[in-house]
């Protein structure tokens, strides 16, 4: 079974930096493209970057320049470094298996 577990969310003021993590079982995770998406209400879901088994990542947005992902796959585990956070930012964040989210995913608040 596949599973996805994220954490690393909180609450941080404009500004600040936060490391989301996602551990991955359950498949051959070094085999797969990984990615972070994010839900804003009022908003759908919308993709904020990806890192291909080749480590190869592109970003979209408003994330350039600002968040970093990453992955280690001898711990099967996905990363997402946030600095520079605006309000604009808070959403619940999920990883992806390839573009599909999976998982409860970490609320990430921006707010002073």
């Known amino acids: 079974e596949v599973q996805l577990q994220a954490s690393g969310g909180g609450l941080v003021q404009p500004g600040g930096s936060l490391r989301l993590s996602c551990v991955a079982s359950?498949?051959?995770?070094?085999?797969?493209?990984m990615s972070w998406l994010r839900q804003t209400q009022g908003k759908g879901l919308e993709r904020v970057a990806d890192i291909m088994n080749d480590d190869k990542t592109a970003y979209v947005g408003s994330a350039k320049g600002r968040f970093t992902i990453s992955r280690d796959n001898g711990k099967s585990t996905l990363y997402l470094q946030m600095s520079d956070l605006q309000p604009e930012d808070t959403a619940v964040y999920y990883c992806?298996?390839?573009?599909?989210?999976w998982g409860q995913g970490t609320q990430v608040t921006v707010s002073s």
């Open positions: 359950g498949y051959a995770f070094k085999n797969f493209a």
């Open positions: 992806g298996k390839g573009l599909t989210p």
